[in-house]
């Protein structure tokens, strides 16, 4: 490799993020040593441990997003989502049995979905731990493990909801549906005002992991989770064959 | 709020000297300029923390409250995601699902192997 970096920067080229610390930890070697010492010992297998990290690198809150904008434009939908919310899953594309076929410990296959109202809006916690639907949101954010938004939720929601800059009238009621060992839920925000003529596409992209949480509302001009996409430097022109394309490049 | 997870709270040896080493990756990665938010092992923590569950050898929330515990006393001052990790091989040794020489053995033969590359 002729890469080399310059000095006093810590390997980051002029303009661009380094891909990861040129260092080897004693955090990343006592990883890689409990999880050998645990395979060896029949703790579970190094194909149970490949596989679970290929699912937990394949979820994200995409999927959940994609089943509030599908239940906003489809009634039918909407009516399986709250009969069976596990079944309407596997309609976006979501199966809860994964990766095992049977789940994971961490999550149950029981969702509900909690329909918000003009006057009753709903906030998930998990008081015991850390549950969260993960199938459907990805991994919890780390605030949402603190014991200081468990236990506070709970007690103070429209203090705690405050804090995430969510101030609700109090003609609206708030209610906190506490996850535990048997059921997972996930919020189903009202859509908002303004988003009549919107494609699925274009409302999911508004759906954002903290609304589904219940910490936030859906706004026309907020898509946080949204990954920005990049325009390609040198884009295909779609009108011209690709023969003819490669051939213009060259020239 | 939740029950106790009887997790032994005395500190371990092996795990003092890492927390103390100030090697966390909010340290490490503004140093070399790396913006990925988690360290290149959570993943693979994760893993490891479904794996455990799913053979009944450690059960989410038992390693939930005791890592609930431990974040509060022994690795309070250590941020997240080492305390995952620390706080899981903590109760993993207070089990004795794992052997501390064993460890420390292990962690030496790993290191070598990594930096041979």
Excluded at chain 1, 42 to 59: C, K, M, V
Aim: with cysteine; net charge negative.
């Amino acid at each position: 490799m002729s890469h080399t970096h310059p000095p006093g920067n810590g390997g980051a080229d002029q303009g661009h993020a380094a891909p990861m610390v040129e260092e080897i930890t004693d955090f990343e070697v006592l990883e890689i040593a409990v999880r050998e010492l645990a395979i060896e010992h029949g703790l579970f297998t190094a194909e149970d441990h490949r596989r679970f990290t290929e699912w937990t690198e394949s979820i994200g809150p995409a999927a959940g997003s994609r089943l509030v904008a599908k239940a906003w434009t489809d009634p039918a939908f909407k009516a399986r989502v709250m009969e069976d919310a596990v079944k309407a899953c596997k309609e976006i594309g979501v199966d809860w049995a994964e990766p095992t076929g049977f789940g994971t410990p961490s999550d149950y296959m029981n969702l509900r979905v909690l329909e918000d109202t003009p006057t009753l809006h709903h906030v998930i916690v998990c008081t015991l731990c850390s549950c969260y639907p993960r199938p459907l949101l990805g991994m919890s954010p780390e605030w949402y493990r603190t014991t200081n938004y468990r236990r506070r939720l709970v007690r103070w929601p429209r203090q705690v909801l405050a804090e995430f800059g969510l101030i609700l009238p109090p003609e609206v009621e708030v209610r906190i549906e506490d996850s535990n060992q048997k059921c997972r839920f996930m919020v189903l925000p009202v859509r908002p005002e303004g988003t009549e003529n919107w494609t699925e596409e274009q409302l999911a992209e508004i759906v954002t992991r903290d609304c589904m949480i219940g910490v936030a509302l859906p706004r026309l001009d907020r898509t946080a989770d949204v990954h920005p996409v990049h325009k390609a430097r040198r884009p295909v022109q779609s009108s011209t064959h690709s023969g003819e394309a490669r051939h213009e490049r060259k020239e | 709020m939740s029950a106790k997870s009887e997790v032994d709270s005395g500190r371990i040896e092996l795990l003092e000297a890492l927390r103390q080493a100030e090697k966390t990756w909010n340290v490490l990665a503004p140093r070399y300029g790396v913006t990925n938010p988690n360290p290149p092992w959570k993943t693979s923590l994760s893993a490891i923390c479904d794996c455990l569950a799913a053979s009944g050898a450690l059960p989410t929330l038992d390693r939930r409250r005791a890592e609930d515990e431990l974040a509060e006393s022994v690795y309070s001052d250590v941020p997240v995601p080492e305390r995952q990790l620390l706080a899981l091989v903590h109760v993993m040794l207070s089990r004795s699902l794992l052997d501390e020489s064993d460890l420390a053995n292990r962690m030496r033969a790993v290191r070598t192997r990594l930096e041979s590359a």
